[in-house]
């Protein structure tokens, strides 16, 4: 992908109509009676389209602006607990395909051009990727589950683009939707519209993606077998609960488009409420080297995910903590 420029959903053309519920339309019966020499009636029965679904930011909302490195003072613990799988996983999914950084003069990177900046030090990153797809990879899966985590991990790693379609447990819409596709409840569930190709298992689709969008070679922490899921359990043990189970909810009518990767804690933390919520999403992933970094600091004039795009209301913000509350107060019944 091209290292400036602007991105929107244009560019990703979704394979498949959304596979959301359709509303039955409301059934109404009227009773025509006419006199003509003897009594006679006639029933019509006419269809009423279903109402439009109604999704609104809250009332007088206004998009926080953008603060680096600020945890807010109540959701500290939230941010420390989702920050652990690092540690088990070892900051995979942190950086990209090919990683690598240099330390540059402040003059050597125009100004209108994404680097790491800090306390007068600039770090120029750069990663080295493979076949970029045309539409977005469709994965099925939830937050909790730690198959699912690795395959979230390998596309963070390769760069990639993901059309997230969340299968909390008791969830309506996309659970029934895997079983309908591929004739089992299994996460994670890929499909990929580039090549028609769609698959179960985690390590199958591990496999797939670095083969068709990668150099073929597996990251060393997600070729260990059982190790890799033991440490992707454990990764997990701190927000076992979160990402789990549906909330009742709006489904919108388009995805909401989040920057966004795997390693970051504040990311995490925000992917939990959309998959407990099950809201279809963009995710752009943004590890650290990814291209993709200079194409939000082109638009924004400003890189920190995550970075939240909803094209059912108009709203972009940034600030974790803020998009949560947003999300909860626009989509939950």
Not at 28 to 41: F, V
Not at 141 to 147: L, T
Not at 269 to 292: C, D, M, Q, T, W
Request: net charge positive; aromatic share 10%; proline share 10%.
């Amino acid at each position: 992908m091209a290292g400036s420029g602007t991105l929107s959903l244009s560019q990703f053309p979704i394979h498949r109509p959304l596979p959301f519920p359709k509303n039955k339309p409301q059934t109404t019966r009227i009773c025509i009676r006419a006199m003509s020499g003897e009594n006679s009636s006639s029933s019509v029965t006419t269809q009423q389209e279903p109402s439009p679904i109604s999704i609104s930011p809250p009332p007088n909302f206004k998009p926080p602006e953008p603060k680096r490195f600020i945890i807010r003072p109540d959701k500290r613990i939230e941010i420390l607990s989702a920050s652990l799988s690092l540690f088990f996983r070892l900051a995979t999914g942190v950086f990209a395909s090919g990683y690598s950084f240099s330390f540059v003069s402040q003059d050597e990177v125009p100004s209108d051009e994404y680097a790491f900046r800090l306390s007068g030090i600039t770090v120029k990153e750069t990663s080295k990727l493979g076949a970029r797809p045309e539409k977005p990879i469709e994965i099925y899966e939830f937050e909790s589950c730690p198959f699912c985590r690795k395959v979230r991990e390998i596309v963070a790693v390769l760069d990639l683009d993901v059309l997230f379609y969340p299968c909390p447990r008791n969830g309506p819409n996309f659970r029934p939707k895997v079983v309908q596709m591929g004739g089992k409840q299994q996460f994670p569930y890929m499909v990929d519209p580039n090549t028609g190709v769609s698959m179960y298992e985690s390590d199958e689709i591990i496999r797939y993606l670095v083969g068709t969008y990668g150099d073929g070679n597996i990251p060393l922490t997600l070729s260990l077998g059982f190790l890799t899921s033991l440490t992707c359990g454990l990764a997990m043990l701190s927000r076992i609960t979160k990402g789990t189970t549906y909330t009742p909810a709006k489904l919108p009518p388009k995805p909401l488009k989040l920057w966004a990767y795997e390693g970051s804690p504040f990311c995490k933390v925000v992917r939990e409420v959309l998959v407990e919520l099950e809201l279809p999403h963009l995710l752009i992933n943004s590890a650290r080297g990814s291209p993709k970094r200079n194409i939000l600091y082109q638009k924004k004039g400003h890189f920190q995910v995550p970075f939240l795009e909803d094209p059912n209301t108009g709203i972009e913000m940034f600030e974790s903590a803020e998009i949560i509350e947003y999300i909860r107060a626009t989509y939950t019944l």
